[in-house]
């Protein structure tokens, strides 16, 4: 074992503090070993929680910008440590690997010490919903197509997503950087809002071709539960611009936690005077 997993981790504050408690957490788009990755905010995050599964939907580590330059502080291996600290107290660690880290695919199937790699999952929530969990970027190249589609029909739809992770992988072994839409698209930003759009779209008719209730997914940092007819459409949104989740509890319920903001909130409200915010009143 290496001695960075077995070595105390840096920080320690709030040893006490009280866990929140979920049934199910989705976190994805990490993007640990590129300095956009939020890992401060995601190890109080993750301390700060409780649950029986967390699923890693997906660009955990980014492979091709770790290959274009190394970059890797000690905060990254304390996401990875957490993780794994969770994955030995009983939480059931899921990982479901994206487009950024699809050197895992190869995995797929294989457990890792406490963790299980996968390429989907059926998550099955406390009101017996079945949910398609998957990182996404299955779909970028139907996305990018999709009025084409309209008119070719199913069986082009069938081959676009074949070939979307046919071309990276022809990429990856020829050395050249990664293609993605999402970057494609970011040239283009008036596109972006159209782009997310068809983009929940495609990912929720997939799901309803799946026979599914639903389909929890992440890859366009962007995060959003969405009905679509019977079925619903929800994304984590990522560590890098947004620090988002999304929760399962007890009963089922699953909604999106800003973690970003509600830290912001916490901090405003410890700026305002006692009486202003009625605290005194109220632990008193
Ligand atoms: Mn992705």
Not at 14 to 29: A, E, L, Q
Not at 33 to 43: F, R
Not at 196 to 222: L, N, Q, T
């Amino acid at each position: 074992m290496p001695s960075w997993l077995v070595e105390p981790e840096t920080e320690t504050k709030h040893p006490h503090r009280p866990r929140m408690r979920y049934r199910t957490v989705w976190i994805s788009d990490i993007h640990l070993g590129t300095p956009g990755c939020n890992a401060e905010l995601l190890v109080d995050f993750l301390k700060s929680i409780e649950c029986e599964t967390l699923y890693l939907v997906g660009d955990i580590v980014d492979a091709w910008q770790l290959k274009k330059g190394w970059y890797w502080p000690p905060r990254h291996n304390d996401v990875v440590r957490r993780i794994l600290k969770m994955a030995k107290r009983g939480t059931d660690v899921v990982y479901v690997p994206g487009n950024h880290d699809e050197i895992f695919r190869d995995y797929v199937g294989l457990a890792f010490g406490d963790v299980t790699i996968a390429d989907e999952v059926i998550h099955v929530t406390a009101d017996g919903r079945r949910l398609l969990v998957l990182h996404g970027d299955q779909f970028d190249g139907v996305v990018l197509y999709a009025r084409w589609l309209a008119f070719l029909g199913d069986s082009a739809y069938t081959m676009l997503l074949k070939m979307n992770g046919g071309v990276n992988a022809v990429r990856r072994r020829l050395g050249l950087p990664y293609w993605s839409l999402a970057a494609h698209l970011k040239k283009r930003v008036k596109n972006a809002v159209q782009f997310i759009c068809r983009f929940e779209e495609v990912v929720a008719h997939a799901a309803a071709e799946r026979g599914v209730d639903g389909v929890v997914c992440g890859h366009i940092h962007s995060a959003e539960i969405r009905q679509f007819g019977d079925i619903t459409y929800y994304n984590d949104g990522d560590w890098v611009e947004s620090c988002t989740a999304l929760v399962e509890h007890a009963d089922g319920r699953i909604e999106v936690l800003d973690w970003a903001e509600k830290r912001r909130l916490e901090a405003l409200d410890k700026m305002k005077p006692a009486a202003a915010t009625g605290r005194e009143l109220v632990t008193a």
